[in-house]
Every structure is written in C-alpha cells, then in structure tokens.
C-alpha cells in the first residue's frame, strides 16, 4: 500500500533549523510533484514547496530565502530544510505527491509532523 511517511518535525526556538523528510513506500516510480503543505491552527492548508520531477521548483513567498526543497529521485524521497524559523511557521507539515496520468490527478498524502517554534 502506498504510503508518505514524514520524519524530522519538533519543537525549535526562533532563528532554529530543522530538516523534515518524506520517504515513499509502497511505490516503485517516481511522482510528478513531490512536495509540502502546511496547516496552523484555525488556518487553511497552504503549500510550502514543490518540486517537479525535472527539478522546476514553486515555493510560497514566505519559503523564499529561508527554507529549501530537495527530492532524491533513487531513494524516492523529498526534504525540506527550513532555516530561520519563525514562530508563525509553527504548523503540521504534510508531504504531498501528484501522479499526473494523462487527464487525471492522484494526490497523496502523509500524516503531517508536527513543527513548533517558540519565541
């Protein structure tokens, strides 16, 4: 059974780092857009960043400068290096893969970890 299984979420103070992981089981090829999503408390589930399987790259204005997506297309995974971190980036990140198979769109989706910053 296909799964996204998250790793590398916690607690950091302000200005800290963490490095989160997604790794794929279940599922031999690689996705078209692998990615994160996050959701605060009372928010609604924003995208972080995404990147395709050719390295193309979209990330929300608030990623720039400050966090990066990397994917490992042999070992099927994809990270997130966050850096500089604000309390206001305290969230459930979720990994997010597309499977984009002529007009249709499979999504899938961790569980989320959990980041918390404090002040």
């Known amino acids: 059974q296909l799964q996204l299984v998250e790793s590398g979420g916690g607690l950091v103070q302000a200005g800290g780092s963490l490095r989160l992981s997604c790794a794929v089981l279940g599922f031999a090829y690689n996705f078209d857009v692998m990615g994160w999503y996050r959701q605060a408390p009372g928010k609604e589930r924003e995208s972080v960043a995404n990147?395709?399987?050719?390295?193309?790259?979209d990330d929300a204005d608030f990623a720039k400068g400050r966090f990066i997506i990397s994917r490992d297309n042999v070992r099927n995974t994809v990270s997130l290096q966050m850096n500089s971190l604000k309390p206001e980036d305290t969230a459930v990140y979720y990994c997010?893969?597309?499977?984009?198979?002529?007009?249709?769109?499979?999504?899938?989706w961790g569980q989320g970890t959990q980041v918390t910053v404090s002040s």
């Open positions: 997010h893969a597309q499977l984009f198979v002529g007009l249709q769109t499979s999504e899938y």
């Open positions: 990147m395709t399987r050719f390295g193309n790259i």
